[in-house]
């Protein structure tokens, strides 16, 4: 099993509509969790993080988290086509020394 | 201030050459860590620095992968006989302390290898 696993996608969605992105992990004394956007040949880049379970909100995203789960997913509301890239969630480990990244969840959202 | 930043931004080599990739993190940041995306792939960790302890070399995928950091500056990645399985896009990223602290990446440097 791998540490942490997203759906590769592609996940198409409807401009305008509410795409919801999902990610599960297996260390469960992990204590912080990352979303990434990363567009095509470019670096990833930090939509949100949350330590807490429950919704965090920011703008068009929100990022929810459930550790009793192992899980933790990110909403964006109101989808533009700026939003199509490829998703990565990561985690941090339960010793916070190192964090593991997952293979990404490629989005598409279509006029 | 400037962010992190990496050289080469490319880099082709033949097969059994040895490479030397840099990663100049932003300053003050005492965490500093190594990954490799293969085309499509997700990030892979390989190394991670902080400060002046010793390293997690847990993710470095064989004795050809090797990287220094000195103090909490540039940190330099070694790639030693490379295989054309070593090609990919090599991402530094740096954090201002270990635990929580969000990471900015890089550029990244492509390596090709022939």
């Known amino acids: 099993q791998k540490e942490v696993e997203q759906n590769s996608g592609p996940l198409s969605v409807p401009e305008g509509a509410i795409a919801s992105l999902n990610c599960t992990y297996s260390?469960?004394?992990?204590?912080?969790f990352f979303w990434y956007r990363q567009y095509s040949g470019k670096s990833p880049e930090l939509i949100m993080f949350?330590?807490?379970?429950g919704d965090k909100e920011d703008g068009r995203f929100t990022a929810q988290l459930n550790k009793a789960s192992q899980y933790v997913s990110l909403l964006i509301r109101d989808s533009q086509p700026s939003d199509s890239a490829t998703y990565l969630c990561?985690?941090?480990?339960?010793?916070?020394?190192?964090?593991?990244f997952g293979s990404g969840t490629r989005l598409s959202i279509r006029p | 201030g400037a962010g992190v930043s990496q050289s080469p931004s490319n880099k082709v080599t033949e097969k059994g050459k040895d490479v030397e990739l840099r990663c100049d993190p932003i300053?003050?940041?005492?965490?500093l860590y190594w990954y490799r995306q293969r085309l499509g792939q997700g990030l892979e960790f390989l190394i991670y620095?902080?400060?002046?302890?010793?390293?997690?070399k847990s993710g470095l995928p064989s004795d050809r992968f090797s990287a220094e950091r000195t103090g909490e500056s540039v940190s330099t990645l070694t790639i030693q006989r490379t295989q054309q399985e070593d090609s990919a896009v090599y991402l530094c990223?740096?954090?201002?302390?270990?635990?929580?602290?969000?990471?900015?990446f890089g550029p990244g440097t492509r390596l090709l290898v022939l």
């Open positions: 260390d469960r004394g992990s204590q912080s």
């Open positions: 949350i330590y807490s379970n």
């Open positions: 990223a740096s954090s201002l302390t270990r635990g929580s602290e969000t990471q900015y």
């Open positions: 990561a985690v941090m480990d339960s010793s916070a020394s190192k964090i593991i």
């Open positions: 620095f902080q400060g002046n302890s010793a390293p997690d």
């Open positions: 300053s003050g940041h005492t965490a």
